[in-house]
C-alpha cells in the first residue's frame, strides 16, 4: 500500500537558519509528490510540486527514486514560514484518479 | 471567486445525532473530493466525485457515511448516526477535470468543517 511518512512532528529553528523537512514515501509505481502548507488560520494550498521542479517561497524539494524521499528545504528559515506542511503523493498514471495520500504532517515554527 | 466553501464550520453533535455537512466546489471543477483529519493522525482521504458520479469511494470508513453531489454542483457528506471517532476535521477539495488521462490537477481546499461528537 502507497504510504507517506514524516518521522518529525515538530521542527523548530531559529530566523535564517536553514530547513529541512523530511518525508518518504512507499509505493511500487511511479507516484507524483506534493507538498501541500497550511499557515495559521488559513486553508491548506499547495506549496509545491515536484514535477515542476521549481522553487516557491525559496523552498526546494527534490525526489529521490533511490531513497524514496522527497524532502523539503529552504536555506534561510523566515518567521512567516512558520505553519503545518504536509507531504502528499498521488498515483501516475491511467490508475490515478487524483486522489491524495498525505503524511501525518510537520509544523515547523521559527523562532526570530 | 470565492474559492471552495464548506459549511458549517463547526459543529458539535452528540453521539447518535446526524450531521449533514455540505462543500460548494469551485464553480466550473468536476472533481470534488472529501478528506478527513482526525486528531493526531494524518488526513486521510474519503472519496472522489467526478461531476455527479462516486469516482472512488474506498476511503469511506464504513456504512454511516453516506456522500452526494447531485446535479454535479455542491457535495453533502452525511454522518448517521454519528460516534466518538468520526470526530476531526473534515476537508473538502476540488479540481479541473484534466484533459489528459492520468494527469494531476492542483486540488483547491476548503477550510474544513470541524466535527466534534460527544
Known amino acids: 500500500a502507497q504510504r507517506v511518512t514524516q518521522p518529525e512532528k515538530l521542527l523548530s529553528v531559529f530566523k535564517g537558519a536553514p530547513v529541512e523537512l523530511k518525508c518518504n514515501y512507499s509505493?511500487?509505481?511511479?507516484?507524483?509528490l506534493f507538498w501541500y502548507v497550511q499557515y495559521s488560520r488559513q486553508r491548506l494550498q499547495l506549496l509545491l510540486r515536484?514535477?515542476s521542479r521549481e522553487s516557491i517561497k525559496g523552498f526546494t524539494a527534490d525526489l529521490n527514486k533511490g531513497e524514496t524521499s522527497f524532502h523539503l528545504k529552504k536555506p534561510f528559515a523566515q518567521e512567516e514560514d512558520s505553519a503545518m506542511y504536509y507531504c502528499?503523493?498521488?498515483?501516475?498514471?491511467?490508475?490515478?484518479?487524483?486522489?491524495?495520500?498525505f503524511g501525518q504532517g510537520t509544523t515547523l515554527q521559527v523562532k526570530p | 471567486e470565492a474559492g471552495v466553501t464548506q459549511f458549517p464550520s463547526h459543529s458539535v453533535i452528540e453521539k447518535g445525532q446526524t450531521v449533514t455537512l455540505r462543500c460548494d466546489p469551485i464553480?466550473?471543477?468536476?472533481?470534488l473530493y472529501w478528506y478527513r483529519r482526525v486528531m493526531g493522525k494524518e488526513i486521510k482521504f474519503l472519496l472522489h466525485f467526478v461531476k455527479e458520479s462516486k469516482q472512488d469511494e474506498s476511503g469511506m470508513p464504513n456504512n454511516r457515511f453516506l456522500a452526494e453531489r447531485t446535479g454535479g454542483t455542491y457535495s453533502t457528506l452525511k454522518v448517521q448516526p454519528a460516534e466518538l471517532e468520526d470526530s476531526g476535521v473534515y476537508f473538502c477539495?476540488?479540481?479541473?477535470?484534466?484533459?489528459?488521462?492520468?494527469?494531476?490537477?492542483?486540488?483547491?481546499f476548503g477550510p474544513g468543517t470541524r466535527l466534534t461528537v460527544l
Open positions: 464553480s466550473g471543477h468536476d472533481n
Open positions: 515536484h514535477i
Open positions: 502528499a503523493l498521488t498515483l501516475h498514471g491511467s490508475s490515478n484518479t487524483g486522489k491524495l495520500i
Open positions: 477539495a476540488s479540481s479541473q477535470d484534466s484533459v489528459l488521462v492520468g494527469a494531476y490537477n492542483e486540488q483547491f
Open positions: 509505493y511500487s509505481g511511479s507516484p507524483e
